[in-house]
């Protein structure tokens, strides 16, 4: 005999989420005079944004629930796959003629990781890629991606706590898998990500209460919004916190590079630039090893590693960021140099600095750490700091060497 339980189950094979029905007053209304969320971008023209309305159902299949954040490309939401019966999100880009081949490159990079048949541990530490459709709007056609909910970013939650550093354990868990990622990306798929920092590492979710309590806050609290004439725009409303949080994951591959060509330009952010992508040497996986190296710092240390900062016009410059490198870690080899298209910006022919370049004293590693002072995994987290943070790209450590360093395996 079949248990009822089952029996509603089977009933519901096949059948759809139907869509919610989300009052449209009251709530609090916005002056139209006032600039919110993605409008306070210096560059910000309205009709570059899809005109998303909350309730609406795009595709016929994902029903709009709530804003969740913005960006100076793009809007995210959460929506109900009516089909799916499942939250995901959605990530709405400016019009596509706004960003030319950016949005074929990211959506290309999430096809060539799909591809990856082989059982890696680092494929479930990427993010994935659901679906992908174009969606027409008043001012023309718009990229959505469609992603599965994740909670906060490590930079929320470093944030949150009040010494502005993650707990060991935290730190130690996060990196293990960010490395497996990495390695799943460098070894099995063949792609750099370039852009690893703590905002692009995110934490699942696995608690579903938190999408429903969503809804009903949607329904019974309208967001705060502003309506004009051709458009309204939301405000944020930020996810509750989860009873049971998921792994982390690496996010966001709008950045990400092909290893399997030879690449010479800009990438990264400023402070976490390698040495050979400032000199002008063509880079590969090996980037994202010094990256993380440097990310590593600010999520540990309370501080970052090199800031760039030039005493003379008060701002970021290469220069400084390479005087910095050298206080920390010595002179580069004339041999790295010499492969540099613009070494001679910065370095004479026998590898010193620049006179004119403003030089910071030298200070090693072991000088500035001071979150493990007296503990026994000083030195283990030294010597696995300096395993990524190497003047030449070929004496830094692989990804998946560095999941399984001592310093993550003892505090994993």
Same mark, same amino acid.
């Given at each position: 005999?079949?248990?009822?339980?089952?029996?509603?189950?089977?009933?519901?094979?096949?059948?759809?989420?139907?869509?919610?029905?989300?009052? /449209?007053?009251?709530?609090?209304?916005?002056?139209?005079?006032?600039?919110?969320?993605?409008?306070?971008?210096?560059?910000?023209?309205?009709?570059?944004?899809?005109?998303?309305?909350?309730?609406?159902?795009?595709?016929?299949?994902?029903?709009?629930?709530?804003?969740?954040?913005?960006?100076?490309?793009?809007?995210?939401?959460?929506?109900?796959?009516?089909?799916?019966?499942?939250?995901?999100?959605?990530?709405?880009?400016?019009?596509?003629?706004?960003?030319?081949?950016?949005?074929?490159?990211?959506?290309?990079?999430?096809?060539?990781?799909?591809?990856?048949?082989?059982?890696?541990?680092?494929?479930?530490?990427?993010?994935?890629?659901?679906?992908?459709?174009?969606?027409?709007?008043?001012?023309? /056609?718009?990229?959505?991606?469609?992603?599965?909910?994740?909670?906060?970013?490590?930079?929320?939650?470093?944030?949150?706590?009040?010494?502005?550093?993650?707990?060991?354990?935290?730190?130690? &868990?996060?990196?293990?898998?960010? &490395? /497996?990622?990495?390695? &799943?990306?460098?070894?099995?798929?063949?792609?750099?990500?370039?852009?690893?920092?703590?905002?692009?590492?995110?934490?699942?979710?696995?608690?579903?209460?938190?999408?429903?309590?969503?809804?009903?806050?949607?329904?019974?609290?309208?967001?705060?919004?502003?309506?004009?004439?051709?458009?309204?725009?939301?405000?944020?409303?930020?996810?509750?916190?989860?009873?049971?949080?998921?792994?982390?994951?690496?996010?966001? &591959?709008?950045?990400?590079?092909?290893?399997?060509?030879?690449?010479?330009?800009?990438? /990264?952010?400023?402070?976490?630039?390698?040495?050979?992508?400032?000199?002008?040497?063509?880079?590969?996986?090996?980037?994202?090893?010094?990256?993380?190296?440097?990310?590593?710092?600010?999520?540990?240390?309370?501080?970052?590693?090199?800031?760039?900062?030039?005493?003379?016009?008060?701002?970021?410059?290469?220069?400084?960021?390479?005087?910095?490198?050298?206080?920390?870690?010595?002179?580069?080899?004339?041999?790295?140099?010499?492969?540099?298209?613009?070494?001679?910006?910065?370095?004479?022919?026998?590898?010193?600095?620049?006179?004119?370049?403003?030089?910071?004293?030298?200070?090693?590693?072991?000088?500035?750490?001071?979150?493990?002072?007296?503990?026994?995994?000083?030195?283990?987290?030294?010597?696995?700091?300096?395993?990524?943070?190497?003047?030449?790209?070929?004496?830094?450590?692989?990804?998946?060497?560095?999941?399984?360093?001592?310093?993550?395996?003892?505090?994993?």
């Amino acid at each position: 005999m079949i248990s009822s339980s089952i029996m509603r189950s089977l009933t519901l094979i096949g059948r759809k989420w139907k869509p919610l029905i989300f009052p /449209q007053k009251p709530f609090a209304q916005i002056a139209s005079s006032e600039r919110i969320e993605e409008e306070t971008f210096r560059d910000y023209v309205a009709s570059r944004y899809y005109p998303t309305h909350i309730g609406e159902v795009l595709r016929d299949r994902y029903q709009v629930v709530g804003k969740l954040g913005y960006g100076a490309s793009s809007t995210v939401w959460l929506a109900r796959d009516l089909s799916g019966k499942r939250h995901v999100v959605l990530k709405l880009f400016i019009t596509s003629s706004s960003l030319g081949k950016h949005l074929d490159d990211e959506i290309n990079i999430y096809r060539r990781l799909k591809k990856q048949t082989q059982v890696h541990p680092g494929r479930d530490a990427v993010r994935q890629l659901l679906d992908t459709f174009d969606i027409e709007g008043p001012d023309g /056609q718009h990229r959505c991606l469609v992603h599965p909910p994740l909670w906060e970013s490590a930079l929320s939650f470093l944030h949150r706590n009040p010494i502005g550093r993650l707990p060991v354990p935290v730190l130690a &868990f996060t990196l293990r898998r960010l &490395f /497996q990622a990495l390695d &799943f990306l460098h070894s099995e798929c063949r792609v750099i990500h370039t852009d690893i920092k703590a905002d692009n590492i995110m934490f699942g979710i696995q608690d579903y209460d938190v999408f429903r309590k969503y809804e009903q806050l949607e329904l019974q609290e309208p967001s705060p919004r502003k309506v004009l004439d051709d458009r309204t725009s939301y405000t944020s409303r930020d996810l509750s916190p989860p009873k049971q949080w998921g792994a982390p994951v690496l996010c966001d &591959f709008g950045s990400a590079a092909l290893g399997d060509a030879e690449h010479t330009e800009d990438i /990264q952010p400023d402070i976490y630039r390698a040495p050979e992508v400032i000199l002008g040497i063509p880079w590969s996986y090996e980037v994202d090893i010094w990256n993380t190296g440097c990310m590593v710092w600010d999520l540990f240390e309370g501080g970052h590693l090199f800031t760039g900062h030039d005493p003379e016009v008060h701002r970021y410059r290469s220069r400084s960021h390479l005087a910095e490198m050298i206080a920390l870690l010595g002179s580069p080899p004339l041999e790295l140099l010499a492969q540099g298209a613009v070494s001679d910006h910065f370095f004479a022919k026998d590898g010193t600095l620049h006179a004119d370049i403003p030089r910071p004293d030298a200070v090693s590693l072991e000088h500035r750490e001071d979150s493990l002072i007296g503990s026994e995994d000083r030195q283990l987290f030294l010597r696995f700091m300096s395993k990524m943070l190497q003047w030449e790209p070929s004496k830094r450590h692989s990804a998946k060497a560095l999941a399984e360093d001592e310093w993550i395996r003892k505090n994993t």
